[in-house]
């Protein structure tokens, strides 16, 4: 007992003493204490265990060194406005970059611990995360409170106020709550299908708008590259930055070669913008890397950034209107102008026999009686009468047109991510099914941009895998200095693993190159970085298809030029070649002739043909001591040539196949040589064989680019490969292609790409290979960079546009058959067959449920067996007329007769008569759904089983009706029907199918119908 009050005692001691100290001091000796006291109470126990009396001091001294802040010197105001005025004066007095980096804990070669996970979240703590805050979102009562917005809605809402009033005045609470009541119920439940149903569309926008949104970056973690997400970058990483790339947070250049930068996203200004260590060290978080590469120190992010700051007043905006939602608005409002004509007829033809006399109730008495009928009951006979008009307005305006469009395309949306393709603009989904012509990449789309060398030609020697050694010493040398120094890739080494752990970065070219140097040639990249220092890069891109480094040998301070690009291009800049003994040889025209050949054969058997050029640069030259700002090019020596295999993707040529199939031309525009070109276009189906050797189906960029405007609009046609083309040439091919009236598709991975994918229209960027500019400057992300997305992305387009003219069809049909069923009763019997609420029951079912049936259709295989839509193509086609006007003429012709001599033929009474014309006319819609699925072929029941929505929605539209008619009759103003009966309805609406079934026999004209009907009113 004494041992545990001395252990209680000591560590009363120390917490007396740990309250004394500072905040830094009392975390440590919290942490102390609590090591401290834990062995002090296990020592006592032990002890008494041993029966061995401890010893304990009354008094312990704790030494708390006093530990520094994290970040002591820096905070996160100093950095945000350090980026912001872009101050070199204030960069000075925080040390410079490299003092920044030291404040930041961050080691600039090997850039943060990764592992660290308590590093990481301190810098969160510290600094923030690189997200923004974003503007609320818009609830579910936002869409409620637009359904409201509609104005027949809102008169459908008074008449049924005033008719529940007058109806509880007259008949009393219990009673008189039904007409009124139900017409509430009835809007109620429209108001809130809309509402859910725009809601969840909302939200799919979101999402998709947020994954668009997460960039992977490339970092620098425990000394190796590595992609992260745009929001786990912190405050103190180091990030790669190459063409095309966003500048994911604000920071300052560690280093960079030739780096500019296009602010435009953020000052409006076209010119590029040149970043620096000494003149400006300055990037901004939104901007794009517009050429060169390098690495920052990031040192502000998310809402402690410009960009931040703007994003998070920007809203994403998800009701973009597309042109085919815009064309269906021109639609809805011509229909609806018709709808209200018929509606304002049917008004005062009824208000017209209402005060004259001739309606009558139901026990056959005159409603009206002039000054005997009471003012009440005349109010409330003109709303019903105004109920019915407006009722007859809300089924006539086919709003569920625009919804259908909405539902079709976030389900399409949805469905394409799942194979793929991220849509970026709405409109792309349309468009795509209209497509006449494809423009693809080769490398990467075509094929699987897995590269490795397959051959290495030194001189006019072709060196096999097991000869590597009898190359000469000084051109190996040489060679890997090339790689290690002219290339934007990097190894990465990990320490006791020799070449099994290796992980090489970069693009799939200079990866295969580094391998390739590693694993067959033993360069020790770091090593020759060491012993050389490089003083200018001019870096690769697209329209240059070369990369230059000028550098200094440490060993003699000796200047060097590296050349690497495509072969052709490096050897039209050399002057003489090492041979295999490492003798420099003359490159006259003969020999010239003979490197050409030795390019064309690898070319021709599909290899990408990448050479080495190098020179020394007398020292002469650099005499001044200024850097060269542009590299010699000119009598350079040829080191070697290599030459990567980059084999087809599977099912590409299956893919190149089907679209050709259905009518959609493909063109493949590459940087490689003609002769690679060729090889590759034959290999996936895209140039046939029997034709390969015509020359015009297979031009270079150059050759394209000088012909006249008249002789390129000739051509462009039959163009079939564009070989060595540049961005501007893949630019120029799309414009003529749209001048000649095709609707083009055009793939792109590069920041130059930009312009090609603006102009097309739809722009598909690959989004493993493509740079952030591309994905911004396109309409769909192709996900894999594979061809047999863009055929499935060409498929879904189709599919799209098919189930919006199927629920059009389908709409159409219902609204010609109840203006015209609810115009000629009203005329002629002075009273509408089908009541406020039935018409609300029928609007339901034609326009939320329907389009919910009809437009998560997935696309059918004879999607792809018809041509291409193309641009003049009307939307309502000479098949739509024909089904719609026949299904509707019937449905008039019985709904009618079951009007006037209905209860003749059943025997029944007026009110049944009415519930038997409302039940075949809403079991018509039910059949007629199944006729619209497919809008040629005679099977409509092809596939159903496969869309389980559309069962549902049938199922429970038939559920509805059922309970409408036989349990609630008060509301639905309806009356039980036998079985006979019923099976009438069901046996009338059924005919539609093989009334339908015989319908598509009629052929019909190709011509569309309303051009005749434009050309007679021109005449």
């Known amino acids: ?140 009562f936002h869409f409620v409170w637009e359904a409201f917005q509609d104005p027949t809605i809102v008169i459908l809402l008074a008449c049924a106020a005033l008719s529940l009033s007058f109806g509880i005045k007259e008949n009393g609470p219990k009673e008189g709550w039904y007409d009124g009541g139900s017409i509430f119920v009835a809007v109620f439940l429209v108001i809130s299908v809309s509402a859910i149903s725009n809601f969840r569309q909302n939200r799919q926008f979101e999402k998709l708008s947020k994954f668009s949104s997460n960039i992977p970056v490339e970092v620098v973690r425990n000394g190796r590259r590595q992609q992260i997400s745009i929001f786990e970058v912190v405050v103190g990483d180091v990030v790669r930055l190459k063409i095309g790339d966003q500048v994911p947070a604000d920071g300052l250049l560690l280093e960079g070669h030739s780096l500019s930068i296009d602010e435009s996203s953020m000052t409006g200004e076209s010119d590029h913008l040149e970043v620096n260590q000494n003149q400006n060290p300055f990037l901004t978080s939104g901007t794009k890397v517009a050429d060169g590469y390098g690495q920052m120190l990031v040192t502000s992010v998310g809402m402690s950034t410009t960009w931040g700051e703007m994003m998070s007043s920007v809203s994403q905006d998800s009701n973009e209107k597309t042109p085919l939602q815009s064309r269906l608005n021109k639609l809805t409002s011509a229909i609806g102008k018709v709808g209200l004509a018929v509606a304002s007829l049917v008004l005062l033809v009824l208000l017209v026999r209402y005060f004259t006399g001739h309606t009558k109730d139901a026990n056959g008495i005159k409603e009206y009686n002039g000054s005997k009928t009471k003012a009440d009951d005349v109010i409330n006979a003109v709303v019903k009468i105004i109920a019915a008009a407006v009722t007859i307005v809300v089924v006539a305006i086919p709003e569920g047109l625009p919804l259908a469009v909405t539902v079709t395309l976030a389900y399409s949306m949805k469905r394409m991510m799942a194979d793929q393709a991220m849509v970026r603009k709405l409109s792309a989904c349309e468009t795509m099914g209209s497509a006449t012509t494809i423009c693809t990449d080769k490398t990467g789309t075509l094929t699987l941009n897995r590269m490795t060398v397959t051959k290495f030609w030194l001189g006019k020697e072709s060196v096999e895998k097991d000869s590597y050694s009898s190359i000469s010493t000084n051109v190996l040398k040489l060679i890997r200095e090339a790689v290690s120094l002219n290339t934007t890739g990097s190894v990465y080494r990990p320490i006791n693993l020799g070449t099994e752990g290796l992980e090489f970065s970069g693009s799939p070219t200079e990866k295969a190159i580094l391998s390739w140097a590693v694993m067959e040639l033993n360069m020790e990249m770091e090593r020759v970085k060491q012993n050389c220092s490089i003083l200018h890069v001019e870096a690769f891109n697209s329209q240059k298809k070369r990369s230059g480094v000028l550098m200094k040998k440490m060993v003699d301070n000796s200047i060097h030029v590296h050349w690497k690009g495509a072969a052709e291009m490096i050897l039209a800049m050399c002057s003489h070649y090492y041979n295999l003994e490492g003798e420099v040889t003359l490159l006259d025209h003969l020999e010239r002739k003979k490197f050409e050949e030795i390019i064309q054969g690898m070319a021709a058997s599909s290899l990408r043909c990448i050479a080495f050029a190098h020179k020394k640069i007398t020292e002469a030259n650099d005499a001044s001591g200024e850097i060269q700002q542009t590299l010699e ?288 006319f809403v079991l018509c819609q039910v059949f007629n759904e199944f006729n619209a699925r497919k809008l040629e072929r005679k099977n409509v029941f092809e596939g159903i089983h496969r869309n389980k929505l559309f069962l549902g929605i049938i199922g429970v539209t038939i559920i509805l009706q059922v309970v409408m008619v036989e349990f609630l009759k008060r509301f639905a103003n309806t009356e039980r029907l036998n079985w006979g009966q019923w099976g009438a309805c069901i046996g009338i609406a059924a005919a539609s199918w093989p009334i339908g079934w015989i319908i598509k026999c009629i052929p019909v004209p190709d011509r569309p119908v309303f051009s005749y009907l434009k050309w007679n009113n021109f005449c």
Not at 682 to 688: H, N, R, S
Not at 752 to 772: H, R, Y
Not at 790 to 803: D, F, I, K, M, Q
Request: charged content about 25%.
């Open 1 to 140: 007992m004494p041992s545990i009050v001395d252990a209680n005692l000591s560590c009363i001691n120390l917490v007396t003493r740990l309250s004394k100290l500072n905040k830094t001091k009392k975390k440590w000796g919290s942490a102390f204490l609590t090591i401290y006291c834990s062995k002090a109470f296990k020592n006592v126990l032990s002890c008494r265990k041993s029966k061995i009396s401890p010893v304990l001091s009354d008094t312990v001294i704790i030494d708390i060194p006093e530990v520094p802040p994290s970040f002591c010197n820096v905070d996160q105001t100093t950095l945000t406005k350090l980026v912001k005025e872009k101050s070199l004066g204030q960069l000075d007095q925080l040390g410079g970059i490299q003092g920044i980096a030291a404040s930041l804990n961050t080691e600039v070669q090997h850039g943060l611990n990764g592992d660290d996970a308590e590093d990481i979240l301190r810098r969160i703590e510290a600094f923030g995360s690189n997200t923004y805050r974003k503007p609320p979102k818009k609830g579910f």
């Open 633 to 920: 090019d000119r009598n350079l020596i040829l080191l070697g040539i290599v030459g990567l295999k980059d084999p087809c993707r599977p099912g590409v040529k299956k893919a190149v196949e089907d679209c050709q199939y259905a009518g959609v031309k493909i063109k493949m525009i590459t940087g490689d040589n003609v002769f690679t070109a060729r090889a590759i276009a034959t290999e996936c189906g895209i140039l046939k064989p029997d034709l390969e050797a015509n020359d015009e189906l297979v031009v270079e960029g150059v050759e394209f680019r000088n012909y006249t405007d008249e002789e390129r609009m000739e051509k462009v046609d039959k163009i079939v490969v564009m070989a060595r083309s540049s961005p501007f040439d893949k630019h120029l091919m799309v414009k003529c292609l749209k001048e000649k009236g095709h609707v083009v598709a055009v793939t792109g991975d590069g920041t130059n790409d930009a312009p090609a994918l603006k102009e097309a229209d739809i722009g598909l960027s690959m989004g493993i290979q493509g740079t952030e500019v591309a994905k911004e400057s396109s309409d769909i992300v192709i996900l894999d960079d594979n061809f047999a997305s863009v055929a499935t992305v060409l498929t879904w387009g189709r599919c799209v546009y098919s189930n919006i003219q199927k629920f059009i069809q389908f709409q159409l049909t219902v609204n010609v058959a109840a203006l015209v069923i609810n115009f000629v009763a009203a005329i002629s019997a002075g009273e509408v067959p089908l009541t406020a609420v039935q018409l609300l029951w029928v609007n339901l079912i034609m326009d939320t449920l329907g389009a919910l049936a009809l437009a998560t259709e997935r696309p059918a295989k004879d999607l792809m067996d018809k041509p291409p839509v193309g641009r003049t193509e009307p939307l309502i086609t000479n098949i739509m007329w024909r089904n719609l006007m026949s299904q509707a003429l019937y449905q008039i012709a019985v709904l009618l007769t079951l009007q006037f001599k209905g209860k003749s033929i059943f025997g029944v009474s007026e009110k049944v008569n009415d519930t038997l014309i409302f039940n075949t």
